[in-house]
């Protein structure tokens, strides 16, 4: 269907993966305008289809594969794409955000987004050639079964062969994690992963292997001077801003380690600590220092945060923060060498490292306490190759640790220990000296995400310091980040674009007058934030520390403001939010393991815990949602949902 917007390729397609057909799915430009893209426009889409009924294992669970209207549009960072569906760890409605440049080469082929419907009868893998659609045989061509790169490497030689000529593609692709179901299985495009929540097994049980799209469509903008000219503004500011242009070119997200550790937020041995005494062996430092070879960055990536480390004489994608600590201080594991080693193993097998790694930890501390024989230890990690091998293929013990920490919990107890939420284990930030991040971990529409909650540890220590132990406006700042990021993601573009909107004075001088004065501030003005959400009339300007709402009206030429696009946000957040209590997630859901609720971590500082309850009812009051965390219909129909 036309679009008069630029940004987009004005078509959606639904693909029947049962009868291997193809139809356009109507998609308006009010369509466009309310729900954007990527993550907002998937969950629109399954909202107009899921009931609560469906299982993750099923035909009626749709993957949406959307992209944002500024892919290719020159914006920074746009290269971004969305994979939505019901996910099996979690058994409600998710999305996962990938770099990697599928999402470009699906565009290039005409289409924005893709809607799998279906399962295939036979192991499949998908061509996409200019809008044309063609099904292949995975075990005929040796796909299915493969690792991840392997995978890749005889897909492209297909292609070439095919074509008789290299030609410039994206694909996606499976591992034997996905092949297998377990339950935190990835998509990988390149060396990029759509790791979290097991989209990946979903691609596994609908026996889709792969998808290669390729195309010479043009990606038109609406006002291509004054586009290219922003975009070349915008570069330049991230490239001076001190985490954009500093911090992450220089020591990519591994560069946290450190201060985490100095403010007690390092997750060490299964989350029972938040120091780990031997993080300088594993810290961003030693990597940068000792490790990396080359920086790298996706698709038009001013920031290249991404490391690039040699394993067994290949130069491979090395770690980022999550797996740094995880696989380091979180079994009690002080060998970098081991770490960039599994972390591309869990890659070639297609496991998400974050999952993977606390559910190991979790194991290890149900056999220290006597729940479970298991034969892991902290420390001793001699054999976590070969049982990275057999939870991929599910042998052995290792069938069991691929259902995950909350299942094995419910089996063999432990629950207070397994530290997930929604069935999604935590990233690498220990809440209880960061009571924000906690709240977000708790309230994130997808279970335990870092991002997805909003990330407040940039306010409590990792950016800003506000008072990390304080509840007051962490609430109403969790729904301001996490609807900012919500339309971030909506339009294609990575969420470390979002750290320019913190003044770059505020990170260089700590100790200046105006940052103490700001971090001082931050815990009393959540009143502000909520009187925004609900007059967002009253930001119907452009930040200049905000380019995102500029570039929509560039390169979209769509109407946009400050206000509208929080507004926009918010109206994804909530309409996920709204899809996944039809599945039953209510307040109860919206929970920690009490390790991290009723254990100090400082058993001085009895405020070293996290005051969730306290939090939550201020945070659905902020978000129109009633107090068991279902949005009213007023909320509803103020953002336009019903």
């Known amino acids: 269907m036309a679009t008069r917007f630029g940004g987009y390729m004005g078509r959606v397609v639904l693909v029947d993966l ?42 009626e669970n749709w993957i949406v594969v959307s992209t944002g209207p500024l892919t290719g549009t020159g914006a920074p ?79 492209e030689a297909l292609l070439v062969k095919q074509w008789g000529a290299r030609r410039a593609f994206g694909q996606l692709m499976i591992g034997p ?10 998509v990988l495009s390149g060396e990029r992963a759509a790791g979290r929540t097991g989209v990946g097994a979903v691609f596994g049980w609908k026996n889709l292997k792969a998808i290669a799209a390729t195309g010479n469509h043009e990606i038109r903008v609406a006002h291509p001077e004054k586009n290219e000219k922003w975009n070349q503004k915008w570069f330049q500011y991230l490239r001076k801003h001190p985490l954009t242009g500093n911090q992450l070119p220089r020591m990519g997200t591994a560069g946290l380690v450190s201060a985490m550790q100095m403010r007690g937020m390092l997750a060490t041995k299964n989350y029972s600590a938040g120091r780990y005494d031997q993080f300088e ?37 090395g770690p980022e923060l999550e797996t740094l600590v995880l696989l380091g201080g979180g079994i009690c594991n002080d060998n970098l060498g081991d770490i960039l080693r599994w972390n591309n193993e869990l890659d070639e097998l297609g496991l998400d490292t974050i999952s993977c790694a606390s559910t190991i930890a979790y194991a290890m501390e149900a056999n220290e306490k006597g729940l479970w024989d298991n034969g892991l ?23 069991e640790l691929a259902e995950g920490s909350r299942r094995l919990s419910k089996k063999y107890g432990g629950a207070e220990f397994a530290i997930q939420s929604k069935g999604l284990e935590l990233a690498a930030y220990e809440p209880r ?14 279970g335990g995400c870092h991002l997805n909650g909003g990330y407040l540890v940039i306010l409590e220590g990792l950016g800003l310091f506000t008072n990390p132990q304080t509840p007051h406006a962490k609430a109403d700042f969790t729904m301001l980040f996490q609807d900012l990021m919500e339309m ?98 209510r307040a109860k859901d919206d929970s920690l393991p009490k390790r991290l609720t009723d254990v100090a971590q400082d058993p001085k500082d009895p405020r070293t815990k996290v005051p969730l309850e306290k939090m939550k009812k201020t945070y659905y009051r902020a978000r129109g949602w009633d107090q068991d965390g279902v949005p009213t219909e007023r909320t509803l129909k103020k953002l336009g949902i019903l």
């Open 433 to 446: 000296r960061a009571v924000g991040q906690g709240l977000g971990y708790a309230v994130s529409n997808r």
């Open 488 to 585: 971030i993601s909506a339009t294609g573009q990575c969420l470390f674009t979002s750290y320019g909107f913190f003044p770059g004075f505020l990170i260089t001088r700590p100790n200046g007058i105006v940052t103490r004065i700001v971090n001082g501030a931050i815990p009393f003005i959540g009143w502000a934030l909520r009187f925004m959400n609900k007059c967002p009339r009253a930001l119907a300007l452009h930040l200049p520390v905000f380019q995102q709402t500029k570039a929509m009206i560039y390169a979209v030429g769509m109407k946009m403001n400050f206000g509208k696009y929080i507004r926009c946000g918010e109206r994804g957040y909530t309409l996920d939010r709204w899809v996944s209590t039809r599945f039953g997630i």
């Open 177 to 186: 994690g996905g092949e297998n179901l377990v339950l935190y299985s990835a």
């Open 281 to 317: 062996l594993v810290n961003g430092e030693t990597l940068a220092e000792e490790q990396n070879i080359v920086n790298k960055g996706c698709l038009t990536c001013p920031i290249k945060c991404a490391r690039t480390v040699d394993v067994k004489g290949r130069e491979v994608k």
């Open 18 to 59: 049962t009868s291997q057909t193809v139809a356009e799915y109507p998609w308006t430009d009010e369509d466009r305008e309310k729900y954007i893209g990527g993550k907002i426009m998937a969950a629109k889409v399954l909202s107009d289809h899921l009931t609560g009924q469906e299982q993750p294992f099923s035909e």
């Open 77 to 155: 960072s746009s290269g971004r794409f969305d994979l939505s569906c019901i996910s099996p760890q979690t058994g409600i409605l998710t999305s996962s955000n990938c770099g990697g440049s599928f999402g470009y080469h699906l565009k290039k082929a005409g289409i924005d987004a893709l809607i799998l419907k279906g399962r295939c009868s036979k192991h499949t893998w998908l061509e996409i050639d200019n809008g044309r659609f063609t099904f292949h045989d995975a075990d005929e061509d040796g796909l299915w079964g493969s690792k991840v790169t392997e995978g890749q490497e005889k897909l």
């Open 377 to 399: 230890k902290f420390g001793e990690t001699a054999g976590l190759s070969q049982l990275f091998e057999d939870i991929a293929h599910r042998r052995g013990i290792g069938n």
